[in-house]
């Protein structure tokens, strides 16, 4: 058989399957009977076995790139069939479950009664309720699910998680959707949604700002009649959670507490849940948000002192030689003196003297031949010995414990600019950490979209080094990754050249050094770690307090800035550059994953030379070189293509005829 011909047959029965996918799907949605879904299942399962006939058949007789992507498609659609056969025989099980509970009740009711002979029908079946993440929700749906499946001695916890992924949707099924679906992973999945959306503060918060937030009522009886409704449904809900307003239950602090935390930046709002939700033993009332905001406060002081307020200066400019807050220059084109496209722009500064403290010759660091043709490691030491300003990270060591009593000397990196915190592998195997996988998407620099990654979440405890510090373990939720970052070069730091600095006691070594990071502290443990006392001095070193010990960071050299050269590169996208993108045809092979190729001058002569206007509409040729290649044969890609816009445009004869119409018109025109 031609493979042409499998091809075709091939794609029909896919379309089919996915057909059939999803009308099942829907059956599961609409709560249909369980032989209705049973029958649905079993011809599907029957039609993809004589599906993966035809898609055996058609691998063998292709090769290369297009047996692959007939195997890649083959793959998505068997994941898709498990998917649906996983919740349809979830829903079969749920559903039998609750129509066998309410037969058993019908027939005790009719052994009771003996005026009534015994009707024979189906009794209504009992729905189970969706919860798709709302937090005023949660509380009935957990109610519900505890009283219909949980506390069930009949189930086992693999059956009871298939009925949990089957009553979760949007934000509540991806929470927990990326565990296995096992009896071990359901008593975790329960305690992630009950710490995530059952947390009480929270559901309070939402009454309370649902309750100051309703809209006001018109002068009607209905309109009364729903405010009033809707307020008590709230007071009510309150009263459940013992929280009752008339009863004195509910204090000021958790009714001034939302209001007030509204006229705070969202930054602060964020960090105060993760504060709370991490830290035990914090009452989440008002003094200690307030508290909470000024150490905030004290910290963004401190982060904007140890950086110099990271202003670019004009070296014509002496009224701009005082540090202050961070401002943005207008660049402009030599040219034509206005304002330049926006583009990819870096910028470098470097702190000088009028002569150059490496080499002593008469330019800046910043355009040393011997500075800059350097490694990584001579230049440290060269930036050391001729008092080039260096920034120290924050980064603390410490002593991490595992639940089992291992114990290991970690060295951690306090980043308020990562949301969650992680730990190498390396390190969670030695303490012997275990926990459920998640699916997270990882967001880092130069990469917008992210990445999904499927990695475990830990538990463990971090302590002082230091015997002098108090013996308080404090607990950390990290994500595992096998490798944090590269290798980080520790500025060396001289405490007797900083008085404000006598005799703390530093929770990291001050001499120059290079060290892995074991464990990078996120926004979520950020300020666990990192109290409100801050000493500093103007564009120096700065030091916090943390129960780990004193945290130096900020600027290592007291050489004062005489004058800044602001190196500007602007990186943009030439016009032969976009041409050659916009004829690039990747399907076909003649892609480059160089986008920063040198430009093929030849090329785009011959385009210039082929371009013509004939009055209405511009002509232009390929731009392909003699000497090149030619494109390999793409018919097969072409006619599964056109067999795909068929089909699409079968569905709807308002697209087809507009289609057709289009086609004609380009034949027409030439």
Excluded at 143 to 160: E, I, W, Y
Excluded at 304 to 309: I, N
Aim: proline share 5%; with cysteine; charged share 30%.
């Amino acid at each position: 058989m031609k493979a042409e011909n499998l091809v075709s047959k091939a794609e029909v029965r896919r379309a089919k399957l996915y057909r059939m996918i999803d009308r099942l799907t829907q059956l599961c949605e609409d709560a249909s009977h369980p032989d209705d879904i049973r029958e649905l299942l079993d011809d599907v399962m029957a039609f993809h076995d004589k599906a993966l006939e035809v898609q055996l058949q058609l691998e063998e007789a292709l090769t290369g790139e297009e047996r692959d992507q007939e195997a890649t498609q083959w793959e998505a659609l068997t994941e898709r069939i498990q998917m649906a056969r996983r919740e349809a025989r979830a829903r079969i099980r749920q559903m039998e479950g609750s129509l066998s509970d309410c037969s058993a009740r019908s027939i005790d009711l009719d052994h009771r009664s003996n005026s009534k002979p015994r009707v024979k029908e189906r009794l209504p079946e009992l729905k189970m309720p969706v919860f798709a993440g709302k937090v005023l929700e949660f509380p009935a749906f957990w109610d519900r699910f505890q009283g219909c499946v949980h506390n069930r001695t009949d189930l086992d916890d693999a059956s009871k998680f298939s009925y949990l992924l089957s009553s979760l949707s949007g934000e509540a099924l991806a929470a927990v959707e990326g565990m296995p679906s096992s009896s071990a992973n359901y008593s975790h999945a329960m305690e992630l949604l009950q710490e995530r959306f059952g947390r009480t503060d929270v559901i309070v918060r939402e009454h309370v700002m649902a309750i100051w937030n309703a809209k006001p009522c018109t002068d009607s009886g209905d309109s009364i009649h729903a405010l009033v409704d809707e307020i008590n449904r709230h007071l009510r809900c309150l009263t459940a959670l013992g929280k009752n307003p008339s009863t004195g239950e509910m204090t000021a602090n958790e009714v001034f507490l939302p209001f007030l935390a509204e006229k705070f930046p969202e930054e602060i709002r964020l960090a105060w849940d993760i504060h709370v939700q991490s830290v035990s033993g914090v009452k989440g009332n008002l003094p200690e948000f307030l508290d909470f905001a000024q150490v905030r406060a004290a910290a963004k002081r401190a982060v904007a002192a140890s950086s110099g307020g990271g202003r670019l200066i004009k070296q014509d400019d002496p009224k701009q030689q005082e540090p202050g807050p961070g401002r943005r220059e207008r660049h402009r084109t030599p040219k034509t003196g206005k304002r330049g496209a926006k583009g990819a722009t870096t910028v470098l500064h470097a702190a000088v003297n009028s002569s150059c403290p490496v080499c002593k010759g008469d330019h800046d660091v910043a355009s040393c031949e011997e500075f800059l043709q350097a490694d990584a490691h001579t230049r440290s030491r060269m930036a050391t010995r001729s008092s080039v300003q260096q920034v120290r990270l924050q980064s603390v060591r410490a002593r991490a414990f595992g639940k089992n009593g291992q114990c290991a000397l970690v060295q951690c990196f306090l980043d308020a600019g990562s949301q969650s915190s992680f730990v190498r592998k390396e390190v969670a195997d030695a303490l012997g950490l275990a926990g459920p996988y998640e699916v997270i998407r990882l967001v880092t620099v130069d990469n917008s979209g992210g990445t999904e990654r499927r990695m475990r979440r830990v538990e463990f405890h971090l302590g002082a080094v230091d015997p002098s510090q108090p013996r308080t373990l404090y607990p950390i939720h990290a994500l595992v990754l096998p490798k944090i970052c590269g290798k980080i070069r520790q500025a060396p730091v001289k405490l007797s050249e900083w008085p404000h600095l006598s005799n703390l006691p530093v929770a990291d070594q001050c001499e120059e050094r290079t060290f892995t990071i074991d464990e990078l502290i996120g926004l979520d443990h950020y300020f666990s770690l990192v109290g409100g006392d801050v000493r500093r001095s103007r564009g120096g070193l700065v030091a916090i307090r943390s129960p780990l010990g004193w945290i130096l960071c900020g600027q290592t050299s007291r050489r004062p800035t005489i004058a800044v050269t602001t190196l500007l590169t602007r990186v943009e996208e030439s016009a032969n550059q976009i041409l050659r993108r916009f004829w690039e045809l990747e399907t076909t092979g003649i892609a480059t994953d160089d986008q920063n190729a040198p430009p093929d001058e030849e090329a785009f002569a011959k385009f210039e030379e082929g371009l013509s206007f004939d009055g209405e509409r511009y002509e232009v040729r390929l731009p392909c070189l003699p000497s090149q290649l030619s494109l390999p044969n793409n018919f097969p890609q072409a006619r599964r293509r056109l067999l795909a816009v068929e089909r699409r445009l079968a569905r709807c004869e308002e697209e087809k005829r507009e289609y057709a119409a289009t086609m004609r018109q380009y034949v027409e025109n030439g």
